[in-house]
């Protein structure tokens, strides 16, 4: 496929996360809820996690953000559903490195609909919109193991 049309291909990804958010909403009330912004723009997100035995059992967001946050939250919740934390985090890890422009082995991980949100690495400006989420999932989970 030419960079064009995987350009074109990773554009309808996230449009398509952004108009059809997968996982928006709330948890019941004993779900972790994770409030995070972002100072660059003021928008903010909260992430809800249900998390029993070490595994995340659901994840939902709600918020006001652009495109790629947006789009972010929902691949996140969708990518870290059914994982154990020690997997989600390690997707984030992963995340936060393909934001920095490294390279992914992509043997190690199936990023899914992720990969879509690969182009953000050249747009300095928006790789805090694209991480967000994923930040707020870390804290979470940070919470949870204390
Ligand atoms: Fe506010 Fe992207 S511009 S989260």
Redesign the pocket.
């Known amino acids: 496929m030419s960079f064009n049309n995987l350009d074109t291909l990773y554009r309808q990804v996230i449009m398509d996360h952004y108009k059809n958010p997968r996982n928006r909403g709330a948890l019941s009330d004993e779900s972790l809820t994770i409030d995070m912004n ?1 100072p ?4 903010r997100i909260q992430i809800h996690l249900q998390v029993n035995n070490g595994k995340v059992e659901d994840a939902k967001f709600e918020g006001e ?2 495109s ?2 947006l789009s972010s939250a929902s691949m996140m919740t969708q990518a870290i559903k059914g994982k154990n934390i020690d997997e989600a985090l390690k997707m984030s890890k992963i995340f936060s490195d393909m934001m920095l422009g490294e390279e992914i082995d992509e043997d190690e991980i199936d990023l899914g609909d992720i990969e879509a949100l690969q182009g953000v690495s050249k747009f300095p400006a ?1 790789i ?2 694209a991480t ?1 989420a994923w930040k707020a999932m870390e804290k979470g989970i940070d919470e949870k193991k204390k």
């Open positions: 972002n660059t723009c003021g928008d953000g652009c790629i946050s928006r805090k919109c967000l």
